[in-house]
């Protein structure tokens, strides 16, 4: 798909990758889900998360680091990953019933304040963003992560034995646009944080008809919406 691109830009291509392996799973779909399923659905979301953050920070990373095997290596042993693989050993073994609760306390503060301060980040990042910066692009990626990639998603789902429930949130985590949050990670661990800031602002605009598109398809396969 890289092949589309009209850039030959190093940066661009590797943001283009990794939008096309990452999307907004979590901000938006919150908002679709709780209003077109409720509250358990949001719980169910929640939940599927957990795997999605692993493939931010493993594949979604090690895409934006790959110039050389090992500083994409370096980049997923991020402190994010440690930090999911610390709290799903905590969980699993039984061990977080002997967690001391002041660090209960600290980690919940310090996870209440992730959300504002990611959106600040990204609100500083969207400064310059403009949607005719590599407007070829834009346009290509719009298509790829929001038509192609949505129906690969939809079709490659139908081979699984997944109950409606799980079938109807992937579905709609798979139809959102690129994540706002790509913005700061290229300008951490590598890509164009110009098209990256771009990018998001425009499939996220261009959502705006392919999401309701999609759950008019959803509503009419799979009959639960």
């Given at each position: 798909?890289?092949?589309?691109?009209?850039?030959?830009?190093?940066?661009?291509?590797?943001?283009?990758?990794?939008?096309?392996?990452?999307?907004?799973?979590?901000?938006?779909?919150?908002?679709?889900?709780?209003?077109?399923?409720?509250?358990?659905?949001?719980?169910?979301?929640?939940?599927?998360?957990?795997?999605?953050?692993?493939?931010?920070?493993?594949?979604?990373?090690?895409?934006?680091?790959?110039?050389?095997?090992?500083?994409?290596?370096?980049?997923?042993?991020?402190?994010?990953?440690?930090?999911?693989?610390?709290?799903?050993?905590?969980?699993?073994?039984?061990?977080?019933?002997?967690?001391?609760?002041?660090?209960?306390?600290?980690?919940?503060?310090?996870?209440?304040?992730?959300?504002?301060?990611?959106?600040?980040?990204?609100?500083?990042?969207?400064?310059?963003?403009?949607?005719?910066?590599?407007?070829?692009?834009?346009?290509?990626?719009?298509?790829?992560?929001?038509?192609?990639?949505?129906?690969?998603?939809?079709?490659?789902?139908?081979?699984?034995?997944?109950?409606?429930?799980?079938?109807?949130?992937?579905?709609?985590?798979?139809?959102?646009p690129v994540?706002?949050?790509?913005?700061p990670l290229?300008?951490?661990?590598?890509?164009?944080?110009?098209?990256?800031?771009?990018?998001?602002?425009?499939?996220?605009?261009?959502?705006?008809?392919?999401?309701?598109?999609?759950?008019?398809?959803?509503?009419?396969?799979?009959?639960?919406?």
């Amino acid at each position: 798909l890289k092949k589309g691109l009209s850039s030959k830009e190093t940066d661009i291509q590797i943001t283009f990758h990794h939008f096309c392996a990452i999307n907004n799973f979590t901000f938006l779909p919150i908002i679709i889900i709780q209003n077109l399923f409720g509250e358990v659905a949001v719980a169910r979301l929640f939940f599927m998360n957990l795997g999605c953050q692993i493939g931010l920070w493993t594949i979604g990373v090690g895409i934006l680091g790959r110039r050389n095997f090992k500083e994409a290596i370096t980049k997923i042993f991020s402190p994010s990953i440690i930090a999911i693989t610390g709290s799903l050993f905590l969980s699993i073994s039984g061990l977080n019933a002997y967690t001391p609760d002041i660090l209960i306390t600290i980690t919940q503060y310090c996870g209440s304040i992730a959300v504002p301060l990611i959106l600040l980040i990204i609100g500083a990042s969207l400064y310059e963003t403009s949607l005719t910066y590599h407007l070829r692009d834009l346009l290509y990626l719009s298509f790829i992560r929001l038509v192609l990639l949505p129906f690969l998603f939809l079709w490659g789902l139908s081979f699984l034995n997944l109950t409606k429930d799980a079938l109807v949130i992937a579905v709609v985590v798979g139809i959102m646009p690129v994540a706002l949050s790509s913005t700061p990670l290229t300008r951490r661990f590598g890509g164009s944080p110009l098209f990256a800031a771009s990018a998001a602002l425009f499939t996220t605009l261009a959502s705006m008809l392919t999401v309701p598109a999609w759950l008019y398809i959803i509503r009419w396969v799979i009959k639960t919406v």
